[in-house]
């Protein structure tokens, strides 16, 4: 399975951040990606790709043309997101389940976007426009996410705890997220 990460609001230094990225690279073997989220200081994400669907432009941070202020990291499977495609008119750019997941937060927002989606995921949503990060999980849990965050705006998201250790001169406090669906 896949290990997204991201970071925002983070002082620390390229080379600490790529390190905690790295800590999770087992979950994905075809690729990895860090990627700093253009015009915002301290904002990036990581990725370590299983190449499952879409093996040439299936790689994360997920970003198409119509959307560029959007970004994308999820795990997992969207398990209804041809049928999605098909009855809402969306023509995908790429072979990948989770762009689905743009389309409809752009078309409905994140609420119905969530209440829509059929499978087991993990996504973080930047919304570079509206200056938003959306969250969120199955009902579940099969893919879990990990949270590490303080109150002055610090944000640490990964798929295991181990990629927000050492991050931030705090105490780590993790917290499984709450999934954004029901």
Known sequence: MCGIWALF???ECL???????MRIAHRGPDAFRFENVN?????C???HRLAVMDQLYGMQPLRI???PFLWLCYNGEIYNHLALNKKFGFKPQMAVDGEVLLHLYDRFGI???????DGVFAF??????????????DTYGVRPLFKLSTDDGFLALCSEAKG??????FFVFIDVTRSVCH
């Not at 015009?39 to 904002?43: A, I, S, V």
Request: hydrophobic share 40%; with cysteine; net charge positive.
């Open 39 to 43: 015009g915002f200081t301290n904002c």
């Open 45 to 47: 994400f990581g990725f």
């Open 164 to 169: 927000t250790v050492g991050l931030g001169p």
């Open 111 to 117: 609420k119905k976007m969530a209440a829509l989606l």
């Open 65 to 67: 043309k119509k959307f």
């Open 9 to 11: 609001g983070s002082d």
């Open 15 to 21: 080379s600490v951040q790529v390190t905690s990225a």
């Open 124 to 137: 973080i949503l930047l919304d570079t426009e509206k200056k938003k990060v959306f969250v969120g999980r």
